[in-house]
């Protein structure tokens, strides 16, 4: 079992950075895959960047060379830095994790790129 909480988001202005920051509880974190998913209002939430337990990461391409997904399996956390951002970057930001066929969410956190 895994019980995930995002923190980090916020209001930044266009070309601004944040990091958020997934805290885990549970003693499988370090062996399961994890990522960062979002949802903008009125669009299907999208996988935005994932990173397996070996440290192997894919993002997608809009994202690409402005967010990178790490992980701390000491700290049991998970970080998403976001560089570069844009207003299309705003959305409801979620924490997830797959150990074999189970899915783990937080709870999401707001980011909302404005000037």
């Known amino acids: 079992q895994v019980h995930l909480v995002e923190s980090g988001g916020g209001l930044v202005q266009p070309g601004g950075s944040l990091r958020l920051s997934c805290g885990a509880s549970g003693s499988i974190f370090r062996r399961i895959t994890m990522g960062w998913y979002r949802q903008a209002p009125g669009k299907e939430r999208e996988l935005v960047a994932t990173?397996?337990?070996?440290?192997?990461?894919n993002s997608l391409d809009s994202v690409k060379g402005r967010f990178s997904i790490s992980r701390d399996n000491d700290k049991t956390t998970l970080y998403l830095q976001m560089n570069s951002l844009k207003p299309e970057d705003t959305a409801v930001y979620y924490c997830?994790?797959?150990?074999?066929?189970?899915?783990?969410w937080g709870q999401g956190t707001q980011v909302t790129v404005s000037s």
């Open positions: 990173i397996t337990s070996g440290g192997n990461t």
């Open positions: 997830w994790g797959r150990d074999l066929a189970k899915d783990y």
